[in-house]
């Protein structure tokens, strides 16, 4: 599967002072990235669109358990989908969020390697 490049980190062209709604909505996002599985096929959806079955062969995991998560993600509107015959194709709902997924696992490096933060 080939891998994209890393992006750039997020600008603030969008930064507002966070009010409730703001916080509220950011707070739901981290929840679905709190989850390994669920992190890990986010990741795996940043480098390109997938299947279930694919999906569940790359992170190791069953296919009733992707596909649990993948409608947990779906319904919190952080993937979508795409049906090509019987197939469904799933991927990211937008830049911010691969741009979130990216920057959250290259920190996590850091931190597992012991590298130098920088930004």
Same mark, same amino acid.
């Given at each position: 599967? $080939? ?5 750039? $980190?997020? &600008?603030?062209? +969008?930064?507002? %002072? ?5 916080? %509220?909505?950011? *707070? =739901? ?9 669920r992190l +890990? /096929? /986010? ?7 997938? #299947?279930?079955?694919?999906? %569940?062969?790359?992170?190791?995991a069953s @296919? *009733? ?11 919190? =509107? /952080?993937?979508?989908?795409? @049906?090509?015959? @019987? ?6 709902? #937008?830049?911010? /969020? ?5 920057? %959250?696992?290259?920190?996590?490096? +850091? @931190?597992? &390697?012991?590298k130098a $933060? +920088?930004?």
């Amino acid at each position: 599967m $080939p891998v994209r490049e890393p992006l750039p $980190p997020a &600008s603030d062209t +969008h930064l507002r %002072a966070p009010d409730s709604e703001r916080l %509220a909505a950011a *707070t =739901g996002v981290f929840s679905m990235l709190s989850d390994a599985t669920r992190l +890990h /096929l /986010l990741w795996l959806l940043a480098q390109e669109e997938s #299947d279930v079955g694919s999906l %569940a062969e790359n992170c190791e995991a069953s @296919r *009733t358990a992707v596909s649990q998560h993948l409608a947990k993600l779906r319904l919190a =509107g /952080l993937v979508e989908t795409r @049906r090509e015959g @019987r197939h469904v194709y799933y991927s990211l709902s #937008d830049g911010h /969020l691969r741009r979130l997924v990216m920057e %959250a696992l290259s920190h996590a490096d +850091h @931190r597992v &390697s012991g590298k130098a $933060p +920088h930004d």
